[in-house]
């Protein structure tokens, strides 16, 4: 069974900079997908950004980008120029090659401070 | 807009009573996944479906749970003699396949069980 972890319950950062938030996760496959998702207080969640393990290039979405490490099994998030509007939860999530699921990280809350 | 449509969005009910949760994705996409998020952790799988078939059930959801898709277009999931322990979020989702795979969220119905 795959597992994903985040570390940092919480994490905060001014307006303008930027934060990066980490995301490891266990797998015996090959090959898979890997996604940030966001969830304001809406509730609602919100695709950010996704990486296919087979590709070696870095996803790049806007202000977003990760750092995919296959060998190390780890998938961080970085948000550059940080908006006010960034504050939620973000989840760190894996899906297998069969897509059948999701699995998720317990999520990272991010305070973006003015 | 993800292309899921749930309702309702917010249901409250007391203890012992059955409730059911309606799923509509925009279009017919092949697989739809039910999870719930309860407040301040990650999403977990509950099911998920491929066209009308239910493949995948997770030790979650328990006899009181019964998930549907006939045929293979909206989904319920009916909750029996609720109890306190289901208060939760019940988002449903859909792979599209055309996006990489990528899983897309509903809003989500809020369930209180008093």
Same mark, same amino acid.
């Given at each position: 069974a795959q597992t994903?972890?985040? %570390? &940092?319950? #919480?994490? %905060?950062? &001014? #307006?303008? #900079?930027t934060v990066t938030l980490s995301c490891t996760y266990d797998t015996s #496959?090959?090959? =898979?997908?890997?996604?940030?998702?966001? &969830?304001?207080?809406s509730r &609602?969640?919100?695709?950010?950004?996704?990486?296919?393990? =087979?590709?070696?290039?870095?996803?790049?979405?806007n202000r977003f980008s990760v750092n995919f490490q296959k060998?190390?099994? %780890?998938f961080s998030l970085k948000i550059s120029d940080s908006q006010l509007g960034d504050t939620a939860m973000y989840f760190c999530a894996f899906m297998n090659n069969a897509g059948n699921m999701l699995t998720f990280g317990g999520g990272t809350r991010l305070m973006v401070k003015p | 807009d993800t292309g899921v449509s749930q309702n309702p969005r917010h249901k409250i009910t007391k203890r012992g009573q059955?409730?059911?949760?309606?799923?509509d994705p925009i279009s017919e996409h092949n697989r739809l996944y039910w999870y719930r998020q309860t407040l301040g952790?990650?999403?977990e799988f509950l099911t998920y479906f491929q066209?009308?078939?239910q493949l995948e059930k997770s030790r979650l959801l328990s006899d009181r749970f019964s998930a549907e898709r006939p045929k293979g277009s909206f989904s319920t999931l009916e909750i029996q003699r609720t109890e306190q322990g289901d208060s939760a979020m019940y988002l449903c989702a859909h792979k599209v396949r055309v996006s990489g795979n990528t899983i897309y969220f509903g809003e989500g119905s809020w369930l209180t069980v008093v």
């Open positions: 994903v972890t985040q %570390s &940092q319950p #919480e994490m %905060s950062v &001014q #307006e303008a #900079e #496959e090959n090959n =898979y997908y890997l996604f940030w998702y966001k &969830q304001p207080p &609602q969640m919100i695709l950010v950004i996704r990486q296919e393990a =087979y590709k070696q290039q870095n996803a790049t979405e060998a190390a099994k %780890s | 059955n409730v059911t949760f309606r799923c952790q990650g999403p066209n009308e078939a």
